[in-house]
């Protein structure tokens, strides 16, 4: 990039935005970051109330990407960093299931009947597979067949993004189970891999900063202040101009409520796609606007409930697969860590999927808290009576939505922006509409910034391999 004077600006101060930022601190290059919230982190923060800290939705550090992990260890020592112990279930009529699913466990769990007629429904399947492999259900149903489907996958999927499960796509199924199946399943299970040198099994332990994933965008702000950039908290971005498919200048509207205008010669952005081709001046064409209206969001709650650490679950998160209650998930945060709780207590948190504006988003914390206290109860997973506080954590635009039409509206915005406004980089989970992760969030925020000084790599194919991400290589 030439130094004409003008400055790059980030959007967003998440995992995605401040490692844009970081490297291009390595670049000598000092930036703006416009920050719609008061802290850093994005989802990947960690809330503190009253002296407990959670985190949003639970985020392991564990990664296949060698420059996503020494960049972490980089940013934050490594004796800041525990080492942790990887358990999770799914609870399904009164019992603890594996997770991911081990066909031992699940078929033993069900019961003789139950796991004769999964075994024969998987079979089923193989020889009459579902006609539409293109939705979450079809996929999943053709490689566990259709009684596992419903039990392990079809109501937690349906709790998640609010719609049937035949209205989701097959990529969310394809990014986050990859090659698994039953039949795999069972193979690992009964035949070892003989004459094999690379043994494949589960990830079973993960880092994590000892007060929660935001310790680490605590520090990596910090970094990237000392060296020049400068973080603008509580602004949000009204317009990003342009002249001839010349980057030219963004807006943006600050915290006291001045609009200021910064010339700028790049923006990397990880505020929500639709937001961004929104903010473009002059307007994009109608059928790019269209594509950007028909990309949708699912939002997120957390109800944290404190009480003693007896008798509660080992694991680090549980997945709840009952209908009855809307809780989708519930987080043991002293399993994540003992130091993001006090002593002789633990921190659950009860993870709700909603959408802004519904009637969950907008019920008093109060009543959320009776909520989660109540739907805790009738689970029966713990003594309800000795939560002694609760505290909610509300998180707009958590997932990117995965439905019919979101893939052809992506690929017509990310055309025209790369034929239109080159220097315009959309990384991170928000900036692409894809359900990422933090590694591979980092990373795209990583190729891009190689893009700005001439490299060619091409960010859309980050997390699109064949790994699923819960295996390894021994």
């Given at each position: 990039?030439?130094?004409?004077?003008?400055?790059?600006?980030?959007?967003?101060?998440?995992?995605?935005?401040?490692t844009?930022?970081?490297?291009?601190?390595?670049?000598?290059?000092?930036?703006?970051i416009?920050?719609?919230?008061?802290?850093?982190?994005?989802?990947s923060r960690?809330?503190?109330r009253?002296?407990?800290?959670?985190d949003?939705?639970?985020?392991?550090?564990?990664?296949?990407?060698?420059?996503v992990?020494?960049?972490w260890?980089e940013?934050?020592?490594?004796?800041?960093?525990?080492l942790?112990?990887?358990?999770?279930?799914?609870?399904?009529r009164g019992?603890?299931?594996?997770?991911p699913?081990?066909?031992?466990n699940?078929l033993?769990?069900?019961?003789?009947?139950?796991?004769?007629?999964?075994?024969?429904?998987y079979?089923?399947?193989?020889?009459?597979p579902?006609?539409?492999?293109?939705?979450?259900?079809g996929?999943?149903?053709?490689?566990?067949?259709?009684?596992?489907?419903?039990?392990f996958?079809?109501?937690?999927?349906?709790?998640?993004w609010?719609?049937?499960?035949?209205?989701?796509q097959?990529?969310?199924?394809?990014?986050?189970?990859?090659n698994l199946?039953?039949?795999?399943?069972?193979m690992?299970?009964?035949?070892?891999k003989?004459?094999?040198?690379?043994?494949?099994?589960?990830?079973?332990?993960?880092?994590?900063?000892?007060?929660?994933?935001?310790?680490l965008?605590?520090?990596?702000?910090?970094?990237?202040?000392?060296?020049?950039?400068t973080?603008e908290?509580?602004?949000?971005?009204?317009?990003?101009?342009?002249?001839?498919?010349?980057?030219?200048?963004?807006?943006?509207?600050?915290?006291?409520?001045?609009?200021?205008?910064?010339?700028?010669?790049?923006?990397?952005?990880?505020m929500p796609?639709p937001?961004?081709?929104?903010?473009?001046?002059?307007?994009?064409?109608?059928?790019?606007?269209?594509?950007?209206?028909?990309?949708?969001?699912?939002?997120?709650?957390t109800?944290?409930?404190?009480?003693?650490?007896?008798s509660?679950?080992?694991?680090?998160?549980?997945?709840?697969?009952?209908?009855?209650?809307?809780?989708?998930?519930?987080?043991?945060?002293?399993?994540?860590?003992?130091?993001?709780?006090?002593?002789?207590?633990?921190?659950?948190?009860?993870?709700?999927?909603?959408?802004?504006?519904?009637?969950?988003?907008?019920?008093?914390?109060?009543?959320?808290?009776?909520?989660?206290?109540?739907?805790?109860?009738?689970?029966?997973?713990?003594?309800t009576?000795?939560?002694i506080?609760?505290?909610?954590?509300?998180?707009?635009?958590?997932?990117?939505?995965?439905?019919?039409g979101?893939?052809?509206?992506?690929?017509?915005?990310?055309?025209?922006l790369?034929?239109?406004?080159?220097?315009?980089?959309?990384?991170?989970?928000?900036?692409?509409?894809?359900?990422?992760?933090?590694?591979?969030?980092?990373?795209?925020?990583?190729?891009?910034?190689?893009?700005?000084?001439g490299?060619q790599?091409?960010?859309?194919?980050?997390?699109?391999?064949?790994?699923?991400?819960?295996?390894?290589?021994?």
């Amino acid at each position: 990039m030439s130094n004409n004077g003008k400055q790059v600006l980030v959007i967003g101060a998440g995992p995605a935005g401040l490692t844009a930022a970081y490297e291009l601190r390595r670049k000598g290059e000092s930036c703006i970051i416009i920050e719609a919230d008061d802290v850093v982190g994005g989802i990947s923060r960690t809330v503190v109330r009253n002296g407990w800290r959670f985190d949003i939705g639970g985020h392991r550090f564990f990664t296949k990407v060698p420059r996503v992990e020494a960049f972490w260890h980089e940013v934050l020592e490594d004796e800041r960093f525990l080492l942790r112990p990887r358990m999770s279930r799914i609870f399904y009529r009164g019992k603890f299931f594996d997770y991911p699913l081990k066909a031992s466990n699940a078929l033993g769990n069900l019961g003789v009947i139950e796991a004769i007629r999964c075994v024969l429904s998987y079979v089923w399947v193989r020889m009459r597979p579902p006609k539409d492999l293109t939705t979450f259900e079809g996929w999943v149903a053709s490689r566990f067949g259709w009684r596992l489907y419903r039990i392990f996958f079809k109501t937690y999927t349906e709790k998640v993004w609010g719609v049937p499960a035949h209205e989701i796509q097959a990529d969310w199924a394809a990014q986050r189970i990859k090659n698994l199946s039953l039949f795999k399943a069972v193979m690992n299970a009964v035949l070892p891999k003989r004459g094999s040198t690379e043994i494949t099994s589960l990830i079973d332990r993960f880092q994590y900063p000892a007060l929660g994933p935001g310790m680490l965008w605590e520090e990596c702000a910090k970094l990237v202040t000392e060296s020049g950039s400068t973080i603008e908290f509580k602004s949000r971005v009204c317009e990003i101009r342009n002249i001839g498919n010349r980057l030219m200048s963004v807006e943006y509207l600050s915290k006291s409520g001045e609009r200021t205008s910064v010339e700028v010669k790049a923006v990397v952005s990880s505020m929500p796609l639709p937001d961004l081709i929104r903010a473009i001046s002059p307007a994009v064409p109608n059928d790019v606007l269209e594509a950007a209206n028909g990309l949708i969001h699912r939002d997120f709650m957390t109800i944290a409930l404190v009480l003693p650490d007896v008798s509660i679950f080992p694991d680090n998160w549980i997945y709840i697969h009952d209908p009855s209650v809307n809780v989708g998930r519930i987080q043991n945060f002293r399993s994540w860590s003992p130091f993001m709780v006090k002593d002789g207590f633990t921190c659950l948190g009860l993870e709700y999927f909603v959408n802004k504006g519904d009637e969950l988003w907008e019920m008093a914390d109060k009543d959320l808290i009776d909520l989660g206290i109540k739907e805790l109860a009738s689970l029966n997973i713990v003594d309800t009576t000795t939560i002694i506080e609760g505290h909610v954590v509300r998180m707009p635009k958590a997932y990117p939505m995965y439905d019919a039409g979101y893939q052809k509206n992506v690929d017509l915005i990310r055309n025209w922006l790369s034929a239109n406004l080159p220097d315009v980089y959309p990384v991170g989970r928000n900036g692409m509409h894809r359900y990422n992760n933090q590694d591979h969030s980092m990373l795209t925020a990583m190729l891009a910034v190689e893009n700005m000084y001439g490299a060619q790599n091409d960010i859309w194919s980050v997390n699109v391999d064949d790994d699923y991400h819960e295996e390894k290589k021994d």
